[in-house]
């Protein structure tokens, strides 16, 4: 039994440090019940082998000194008789006479606790009670008939008598606090006690798995939300891409407000056209040369002027619309979102530079 005891341990061991790892590795929701569960059976098995081990367990010697000491100093009526009378009166002896047996009796190792507190309430339990029953041996006297008293000697006054009986209650306020301490320690120590190890376990596990239950929601987030980007990402590329082609269509078929072709246009005025597109151009290569000369990159604010600056050109040339359809496509913010670079607008730039030397190519 203690093999399969030593087996179970290692193996349930093994089966939580191999979810632990997993667990931190990968933070996701089912290594984290995995990991818990592994927890939960690591304890479990604690739980069994405690059991197993109970007639073994030094508590057991603690617990039956406990009783032993409640069934020979009960409360009642010993400890209640010394709580409630005052011993300055008459009293029978036998009433005392489990307290002096308790004095006698509980000074050997045998009763001894293991327990450091429950030892040094009984410790101080003995003690009182041997003081008390010194006390009584020397300051009270055999009347007859099994009873004690404080009045000793004709001819002693009442004052002497009143000041033995106020040594006795003292000494008895002792043994009940005492005794009342020590019942106290009994109680607190049989409660439900959590095991050291388990405190320890379970402070461990609270500790590694709230932040990784953090690490495992924000993952989760992010993940969320790169898949929802990458949709939205698809639907938009699948829609520019629609576009485009519509105006690559467009374009290969005759317009009916341009007259259908851009080479009904005279050739004074593409060859004025392209002039102009020729100096858009120029101006990019002018913003993309002010970064190589040190000027620093070109902004944002530089690229929007000039695209606004070819868009407006494009209606007023006479072009087909989707010149200029084509022109604001490249320009299309998903795009720019895509190609721009926080605080340099070159990409973008770039972009508009290829776009126009299309536009010469096309009106030669």
């Known amino acids: ?108 190792a045998a009763h001894e606790f293991n327990n450091r507190v429950l030892e040094s309430r009984r410790k101080a339990l003995v003690q009182a009670a041997r003081n008390l029953v010194t006390l009584t041996g020397e300051l009270t006297w055999d009347i007859g008939g099994g009873r004690q ?70 993952e ?28 690559l269509r467009a374009r290969s078929q005759p317009s009916a407000a341009s007259d259908g072709r851009q080479d009904s246009l005279e050739p004074a005025h593409l060859r004025a056209i392209r002039e102009r597109l020729g100096r858009f151009v120029g101006e990019c290569d002018s913003l993309l040369a002010r970064q190589i000369r040190g000027g620093g990159p070109p902004s944002e604010a530089d690229a929007e002027r000039l695209a606004a600056k070819v868009r407006g050109y494009l209606r007023r040339s006479g072009l087909d619309a989707s010149y200029g359809a084509e022109f604001s496509a490249a320009l299309d913010p998903l795009t720019a979102a895509l190609i721009q670079v926080p605080g340099n607008a070159s990409p973008l730039l770039q972009r508009q530079r290829g776009v126009l030397l299309k536009f010469l190519d096309v009106l030669r």
């Open 220 to 247: 989760r987030n992010k993940s969320a939300a790169l898949a929802d980007a990458l949709l939205v990402t698809r639907h938009e590329r699948d829609s520019l891409a629609t576009r485009l082609d519509s105006l």
């Open 1 to 108: 039994m203690r093999t399969l005891r030593i087996v179970g341990t290692v193996t349930l061991g093994g089966g939580w440090l191999a979810a632990a790892v997993w667990f931190f590795a990968s933070p996701r929701i089912e290594t984290l019940v995995a990991y818990l569960g592994a927890s939960g059976s690591f304890l479990a098995l604690d739980v069994i082998s405690r059991a197993r081990r109970e007639d073994d367990d030094p508590r057991r010697h603690d617990k039956v000194l406990l009783e032993a000491f409640r069934s020979e100093l009960p409360y009642r009526p010993t400890i209640e008789f010394f709580r409630t009378n005052n011993l300055g009166s008459t009293f029978h002896a036998q009433v005392t006479s489990p307290l002096d047996e308790f004095a006698s009796r509980w000074t050997d």
């Open 149 to 218: 008293s404080v009045k000793g000697a004709a001819g002693e006054s009442r004052a002497v008598w009143e000041e033995r009986g106020r040594k006795l209650d003292a000494a008895a306020d002792v043994v009940v606090a005492a005794h009342q301490s020590l019942e106290r320690a009994g109680n607190s120590w049989a409660a439900v006690r959590v095991p050291r190890e388990w405190v320890a376990l379970l402070f461990a596990v609270i500790v590694l798995t709230f932040p990784s239950v953090g690490l495992w929601k924000s």
